[in-house]
Each structure stands twice: as C-alpha cells, then as structure tokens.
C-alpha cells in the first residue's frame, strides 16, 4: 500500500513533493471507517502505519536519513493529521519534540536508500549541500540515476564484463551495477579525499569490499596525470560515467582518460563507454563533442531506460561512445 511513498521517503524526495494527496485519501479513508465503526482507533493505527513505512522503516532506523528532513517530515504529516480534527500518536509526538529539542543543521551528512526491487536496496551517505568540504561530489546528481537505470535495463550484457566508473562519487552507479549486472570486476573511480572516504564508507554500509566475489575496487584517478601516462594497468570493457561533463578545464584530461581507457586491445572485448550528461551549459557541452572528435572517438545516443528510482527527472544526455576505427555492428550496439 505504502510502496511508493516509501521509496521517495528513503530516498529524500524534497518533502514537500512527496506524494501527500496519497497520505490524504489514505487518512480520509481511515476517518471515514472509523467514523462509521464507532472505531476512534482506526486513525491511530492509519499514523502508525504511515510511520512504519517511514520513519520508522527498516531501511531508515539502520541507515537514517538527516534529522532535518525527518524534522520536515513529520512537520508536514502533523498538519495534515490534525485537519481531520484527531489527535496525534504518542510516537509521532515523541519523535517530533525530540527533534524540536535539536540544534538541526541543514549542511548535516545523512543517508538515502534506494529500493531496486524487494530484495535489493543500496543506501548511500551523502551531503545535504550540492557543493560540500570544496567537492560536488559528496551527493548523488541526477545523471547518475539514469545511468544506474541503464545499467539495470542492461544487465545481460554487462555479466561478466571488466567495469571501470570514473567519478563514482557517492557511488550509486558504481553499486547498482555491481549488485544488479554481475560483472566479472568493477572498479569504482575520484580523486578528492573526502569523495573516497564516502565511497569506501558507502561500500563498506552495503556489505561490500572485504571478500567480495566478484571482486569490486577503489581506486583514486586523476585524469589530468592517468591520460598522459604511457603505461596504466586499468583496463575495461566498459566505461560509466555520469555528470562528469561540467568544468571546461577538466574536459581534455577527462576525453584524454576515456580516449586511453577506450584503446583497443589484442584478442579482447571492444571497449565503450557510457556518458550520461545533464545538459546545464550547451558551450560546456560542445566542447566535451570537440574534445571527442580530436581523440577521434565516434559518439551516439541512447534511448532513456524505465525508470526505477524515486529521484526528480530532469532527463540528461546519455552517449555512447567508441573508437571511430570500430565497426559497429547491429549486435553490439548498447539498447
């Protein structure tokens, strides 16, 4: 019943687009029953069901999302509850003046989780702020969503496969495709300090690193030193990477390493990779285009995969990309 409104709470949906008209119909309904009943109880169990499926979920109490957002939350639910003119559950109250009591803070590292389907779910710590500790990285943007969703359409051909994601960040690809797609090894790329110890923190919280088969890895990449090296033991078979296409000055180290990483390589696989880019800046973007052509790297684009995750959909950019040299046939073209 709670499935939907379950998945957007854990994964930090903005509070005030939570689907409330949902929380609505289900309070009337429960008002209406016990009005006809005689049952003033059935609007307390109605919000114990309500905070069962959120706050109170399983997914929440190991992993909690920021006490600002529970704060807001709960806000929100309280109003609501008392235009039925009912009194509030005890525990709602509790939780509630427990957080009032709180110095909250709305720069506060917190967890989200993402349920794939009844049996997966990834949860990941990250910043509430975009830009935090001088990095964009320590939160998940919304190009990422859609590649972990290709990743997830895409599963059959990527079983097996050599894996190398540059800017993992907090890692949503990166454990969507190693959880869902069964590669043969994934390695999972930053560079900044604090973006690796979320990434070794987040892959830690998902039971993963220590004796993990297949085998799965971190690595700190900077691209400005890997692309002019003339040796690099990190190879693939596939390249992700979302939301990397965003500082100019960036851009020919990041080509540069796509460009090496993408080298053909005796009596193995063709390498790809796949871009997902949110379209913020058109010159920025022109000149991530210009900088492929000059590493001649051919580039397509991809249809969107169903959606899967509870997140807000501004849709990105998504390219596929080889050397110009390959020949493409119908069989291997990604879907």
Known sequence: ?????????????????????????????????????GNEDEMFLCQENILNATVHHPLNLKYPLPDVYIHSFLK????????????????????YTNLICKNLSTVEAGHRSFMIDETTSISLRENISIISDGTTGLCTWQAAFHLAEWCIANR????????????????????????????GYITMTDFHPKVMETLRYNLENNQLIENSSPPIDIQPLDW????????????????????????????PALVGTLSKLLHPRDNKLLPSAIVAC????????????????????????????????????????????????????EEDRWG
């Open 278 to 329: 949110t379209e913020r800046n058109q010159e920025t973007l022109n000149r991530f285009l210009y900088e492929l052509a000059q590493q001649n790297l051919t580039y397509g684009h991809l249809e969107h995969a169903p959606s899967i995750f509870a997140c807000e959909r501004n849709y990105p950019r998504r390219l596929k990309m080889c050397p110009r040299n390959r020949q493409t046939k």
């Open 224 to 251: 400005m030193e890997f692309h002019t090296k003339s040796e690099s033991s990190l190879q693939a078979d596939l390249v992700l990477a979302s939301d990397v296409v965003f500082d100019v000055e960036l851009i």
């Open 76 to 95: 929100c639910l309280i109003n609501m509850v008392e235009r039925f003119h009912c009194e509030i559950h005890s525990n709602i109250l509790e939780k």
């Open 156 to 183: 059959q051909r990527i079983t097996g496969m050599t894996v190398v994601e540059l800017g993992s960040g907090a890692g949503l690809v990166g454990l969507t495709c190693y959880k869902t797609c069964k590669p």
């Open 1 to 37: 019943m709670f499935e939907q409104f379950t998945k957007s709470f854990l994964a930090r949906i903005p509070v005030s687009k939570l689907d409330w008209k949902f929380i609505e119909e289900t309070l009337n309904q429960s008002s209406e029953l016990g009005r006809v009943n």
